[in-house]
């Protein structure tokens, strides 16, 4: 099959990823052989790539196909899979598999188990003609998502999601989502299921425009430093911050009110902790097949909307450089 390969970690300038020959998975037993359709580009993808997650042990091999938002067609059922059948379409995410023993996964958080295996860092991903999947991972599409543009609410989708869910949301309540690229652009829309009034704050008047589009209730550019927030201090019921910017890090443990909530979900320090002001802060990383599950089920309801750009898996490079340089507006997805 035909993949684009990282063999060594290095800038994305550099082209690191190589488009070419590689060995096409055999299902082994509990495992499906899934026929790539789409596969969404992920900022995390271009953090492995270029080497900043080699200190936590990302890529966890090499060589490595990159890639963990992956919709396509089951082409072959290892042994004793009986729950699928060649031909359907299904989707997987970041969660390749879990222990499913530990007391995370026997309490529904199998996202957070020790022996977790992820989609594209840990294991192959979808940058791919074809890709592995476990067979207990992997989730039916509804007859009305389609599969081209869709991949991403297998890590934006369930990702904005599940922090919406830790985010202590509700009517008459006000949050701020900062950051509205990939996963910001959903969290708008998740959040605006929990009845809240829903504020977007960027840096970037595309991305604010798509802010508007996708039904945010407000939205505030910021400063690339985020320094002319002032006016926002202490107004947020809660606030989910999805940009990887300390400063915005900063930003938001300003604008949660007392007793209020900060959803961090990206990498970053609470340099100025209130503790006068008794904050709740939560991380959020991905989600249970449960959240996935319902993701799907609200996407089928028309009740999310993907900003997706279609290119060819032999431009994942050129992808990642946009991405790295803020030019994409939602999400890229790489075709086959």
Same mark, same amino acid.
């Given at each position: ?41 992920? +900022?995390? %993808?271009?953090?492995? /790539? ?7 042990? !990302? ?56 022996? @977790? ?14 890709? &592995? ?10 007859? %009305?998502?389609?599969?081209? /543009? ?78 002319? &927030?002032?006016? +926002? ?22 604008? !949660? ?22 904050? %709740? ?13 319902? !993701? ?11 900003? @997706? ?7 994942? %490079? ?14 890229? !997805?790489?075709?086959?």
């Amino acid at each position: 099959m035909k993949a684009m390969v990282l063999h060594k970690p290095a800038p994305v300038e550099t082209v690191p990823l190589k488009y070419e020959d590689y060995p096409t998975p055999r299902p082994g037993r509990g495992e499906v052989l899934i026929k790539v359709i789409s596969c969404g580009v992920c +900022h995390s %993808n271009l953090h492995m /790539i270029e080497g900043d997650w080699v200190r936590m042990g !990302v890529p966890a091999k090499l060589p490595i196909i990159p890639g963990h938002e992956i919709i396509g067609k089951i082409t072959e059922l290892g042994e004793g899979v009986e729950s699928f059948r060649e031909g359907e379409i299904v989707g997987a995410q970041p969660l390749w598999s879990a222990c499913g023993h530990c007391d995370y996964c026997i309490t529904g958080n199998e996202h957070l188990c020790n022996s @977790v295996q992820i989609t594209g860092e840990t294991v192959d991903g979808g940058y791919a003609e074809y890709f &592995l999947a476990k067979a207990d991972y992997i989730y039916r599409i509804p007859e %009305n998502v389609d599969p081209e /543009i869709n991949s991403p609410l297998f890590c934006p989708g369930v990702t904005a999601y599940r922090a919406s869910k830790l985010a202590n949301l509700g009517p008459n309540k006000k949050v701020y989502v900062i950051g509205i690229g990939g996963v910001g652009h959903v969290a708008l829309q998740t959040s605006k299921l929990f009845g809240s009034e829903v504020i977007a704050v960027s840096t970037s008047e595309a991305h604010a425009k798509l802010a508007e589009e996708m039904g945010a209730d407000g939205v505030v550019m910021a400063k690339r430093d985020y320094s002319n &927030l002032s006016e +926002h201090f202490g107004k947020g019921d809660s606030v989910i911050i999805f940009s990887p910017n300390q400063k915005a890090i900063d930003a938001a443990v300003n604008i !949660v009110k007392k007793q209020g909530t900060l959803v961090v979900g990206v990498f970053g320090n609470i340099n100025d902790f209130r503790f006068t002001k008794e904050i %709740n802060v939560r991380g959020s990383v991905i989600g249970p097949r449960k959240d996935m599950k319902e !993701v799907l089920e609200l996407a089928s309801k028309g009740l999310i909307r993907l900003k @997706v750009t279609k290119y060819k898996l032999q431009e994942a %490079n050129e992808v990642l450089r946009k991405l790295k340089d803020g030019e994409i507006i939602g999400r890229a !997805v790489l075709l086959p």
